[in-house]
């Protein structure tokens, strides 16, 4: 099955969390939605929801995300319980910053909206970048992430291929600069 279309989401927690289910959907062999609500098998999840959960600009109900991720991880060549946990800490810290970003803007007013092209409400969002800059990692699961020893990373993050910051002895590394290692440096099989 070719791969999903990817809602033109501006950056963000929301983008990152729908980034890290393309990035899972295409490791996992690109399974369709009609196979995906089979195999996850649960009520209130079907076919139409999991369309929405890739494609929608809305943000797809938490149960529902954390049900692909768990099935999808599950479906990955390098599928194992710890980056299993790792990914679900990740989509769950996101969902929660993207939630807060829209409860916010709800409860001032600010969330706004246009028809687009059939009808379907669209949003425009500000920049979000600060919430993508608060997902952060430990260096264990930074070396879980990009399957490389935990010196490995340090090394990296000495080296200024890694950006982290400093939290009194540890590192904390943002989750987008892991995805970016493994995507410039051609490392690991980070998910995204």
């Known amino acids: ?16 969390l729908n980034t890290l289910l393309h990035s899972l ?10 196979q995906l609500e089979k195999e996850i098998g649960q009520p209130g999840i079907s076919r139409s929801t999991i369309h929405d959960a890739f494609s929608s600009l809305r943000l797809p109900a938490l149960d529902v995300v954390m049900a692909l991720v768990d099935h999808l991880t ?15 800490r990740l989509v769950y810290d996101m969902w929660v910053r993207a939630a807060q970003w829209l409860s916010d803007e709800v ?14 409400s669209s ?3 500000p920049q979000e970048s600060s919430l993508v800059n608060s997902i952060y990692v430990t260096v ?35 989750a987008g600069e ?5 995507r410039v440096l051609g490392i690991g099989s980070v998910e995204p």
């Open 1 to 16: 099955m070719p791969a999903l279309n990817k809602p033109p989401l501006t950056e963000g927690a929301h983008k990152s």
């Open 25 to 34: 959907h295409l490791k996992a062999g690109h399974p369709s939605c009609r």
């Open 74 to 88: 599950g479906k990955t060549p390098m599928a194992n319980p710890k980056r299993a946990k790792v990914n679900r």
């Open 107 to 120: 409860d001032r007013g600010e969330l706004r909206t246009q028809q687009g092209k059939a009808g379907a």
């Open 123 to 125: 949003m425009q969002r």
């Open 140 to 174: 264990d699961e930074a070396a879980i992430l990009l399957g490389v020893p935990k010196q490995a990373v340090y090394r990296m993050v000495h080296a200024g291929e890694l950006a982290a910051i400093r939290v009194g002895r540890l590192y904390r590394i943002p």
């Open 178 to 182: 892991v995805w970016r290692a493994e």
